[in-house]
């Protein structure tokens, strides 16, 4: 690379235009391209439905084996995009042999006219690798030696640069920019790393041709990625890692038997001792790891969150009717009461008259009166219980099934009685939630088990020891209308109340921030005052 002195007397030069209509790529243009002071723009045609994303990575694939770096991607029009890139003429020359037209995913063609020269540095002072190195600095800890590289590319102190390490030549020239910010003094020598963790990168395979990382790297964290083949990841068979995540890949689906799975990963790391979270080589007496949380390959993770919170929040209102529109028309509700040895919540759960321990039935006629059906009888059901305050920290949650349009979950952990000093019981439920239109989901089934918590269990006494009772006031909560069908339902609510016409009743909605209590309250209000004006009616 050209030092400032000499890059600053760099003679100015007109921007030069490749087209893919008729592409060329000469000596003269050449010269420009290979200049590091000026800035190419590239216009992308046939973008189609791809995201910005997925364009760029198949761009910089065709420029192999040089590297490309695109910055600030722009949807200039529809089909058409532009981004602006630093290169050596190499990586433009690549595109041009191909005819500066390449192949999308789905086979469409992508053309690419190239801008030469189109901003100088002076112009646009951005220095991609003074700002990934700035990155990587942050995302090193020197006290225990972990990089942490997960979901590099949607880095925010990144900005607009697409620096995608799924990407063989990418990954290795962050790895070399890892060396220049953590060993400024040393650039030969190799990082100082006992962790790397590449979680969430889409990352097929590690190939490098650099022994960037020193004998002491001994945990490998490589979970929800696109890895196919253990085979794959032949670069760190040198070196004695002893615990390795692989969890989240295509991989893990590939072997029927688990030991097959440990004895495939084992012939790569043969120092292996602990895996996705498993101590291996052990006798089968020992019982394996519990996770606090499964999410499977956590892509609906944010989902389950939303629910769990919104769930539990509404429960613990003072007025449970504010959970009417979590149900499903046709939802079934039932609840298992376990043992219950405190005074105090014996006397409680005498309200939960819809106990369906089967254990415990006499007459099992009442059977099928237990199973609860439609939200009206279930919310019924939930308002002749005393409040209650669950405690988030404690829950444990699962996904059991994933399918196309619905979800399993099951919730586990404590929860007290606002109004009544005395220990917190134990709740487990198993939710199956269904997607909606408006890409909303409602409850269909909802299994319910509680029990007191017995003394003689030790978890249980060390989370009674941790939560203490206190009076609390219910949390709170803001109801927020988000899908199209709900505003409707509600405009044409107010509207068959009031006989005020859709646009006065979208009016007194919107003021109200979609809370149906308070646009009809304000109406009776007005109303009441013949403050309505007549218009409203017509």
């Known amino acids: 690379m050209a030092n400032t002195e000499s890059i600053e007397n760099m003679p100015a030069v007109e921007p030069v235009r490749l087209s893919h209509i008729k592409p060329s790529f000469s000596t003269q243009e050449s010269s420009i391209a290979s200049r590091q002071d000026l800035w190419h723009k590239f216009i992308l045609f046939g973008v189609g439905q791809y995201k910005a994303k997925e364009v760029l990575r198949v761009v910089i ?7 490309i770096l695109p910055v600030m991607y722009k949807e200039e029009e529809p089909n058409k995009s532009t981004f602006l890139a630093k290169c050596n003429s190499n990586a433009i020359e690549n595109l041009v042999k191909q005819s500066l037209c390449i192949a999308l995913p789905n086979g469409q063609e992508l053309r690419i006219d190239i801008v030469l020269g189109y901003l100088t540095s ?39 640069i697409f620096c995608p390490i799924s990407l063989p030549k990418i990954l290795h020239f962050v790895l070399r920019c890892t060396k220049m910010g953590i060993l400024s003094n040393n650039r030969d020598s190799k990082l100082p790393v006992r962790e790397l963790s590449l979680r969430y990168n889409k990352i097929t395979a590690i190939l490098l041709f650099e022994k960037f990382f020193n004998y002491h790297l001994t945990k490998l964290d490589l979970r929800h990625n696109q890895i196919a083949d253990v085979e794959y990841l032949r670069y760190f068979s040198e070196f004695k890692i002893s615990e390795l995540w692989l969890d ?38 020992f019982v394996p790891n519990i996770q606090s949380n499964f999410l499977r390959d956590g892509t609906k993770t ?46 409680l759960t005498k309200t939960f008259v819809t106990n369906r321990n089967l254990l415990k039935f006499v007459d099992y006629a009442k059977c099928q009166d237990f199973l609860l059906r439609g939200p009206e009888k279930i919310i019924s059901a939930f308002r002749s219980q005393p409040p209650t305050i669950h405690h988030f920290k404690s829950f444990q949650v699962d996904l059991l099934h994933e399918g196309e349009i619905h979800l399993a979950i099951a919730v586990q952990g404590y929860f007290s009685f606002r109004e009544v ?11 199956i939630i269904m997607k909606k239109e408006d890409n909303e989901y409602c409850i269909t089934n909802d299994q319910c088990y509680l029990d007191g918590t017995p003394a003689n269990n030790n978890s249980s006494s060390a989370h009674n020891t941790e939560i203490k009772f206190e009076a609390k006031s219910a949390p709170k909560f803001i109801p927020t209308v988000f899908s199209v069908s709900e505003k409707d339902q509600l405009l044409t609510f107010l509207h068959e109340l009031t006989t005020m016409n859709m646009k006065y009743c979208h009016q007194y909605l919107e003021d109200a921030n979609w809370d149906i209590r308070t646009a009809i309250t304000t109406f009776m209000s007005m109303y009441t005052v013949n403050n309505v004006p007549p218009a409203a009616f017509l």
């Open 122 to 160: 002076q112009d646009l002072q951005l220095n991609p690798n003074r700002t990934i190195t700035q990155a990587l600095y942050y995302r090193y800890e020197p006290t225990k030696k972990v990089l942490n590289l997960d979901d590099f590319e949607n880095e925010k102190s990144l900005g607009s």
């Open 61 to 67: 694939m065709a420029c192999e084996p040089e590297i």
């Open 421 to 431: 000093s005395c220990p917190p019981m134990f709740f487990n439920r198993t939710f």
């Open 302 to 347: 944010c989902l389950i969150k939303q629910f769990v919170k919104h769930y539990f929040t509404l429960f613990d209102q003072d007025d449970r009717q504010v959970m009417n529109g979590l149900y499903d028309r046709d939802a079934l509700y039932s609840m298992t009461l376990g043992p219950v040895s405190n005074y105090v919540h014996k006397q």
């Open 248 to 285: 989240g890949n295509p991989l893990c689906t590939k072997y029927n038997k688990c030991q097959d799975y440990v004895q495939a990963v084992k012939n790569v790391f043969p120092h292996l001792q602990k895996l996705d979270g498993i101590v291996i080589g052990m006798e089968q007496k």
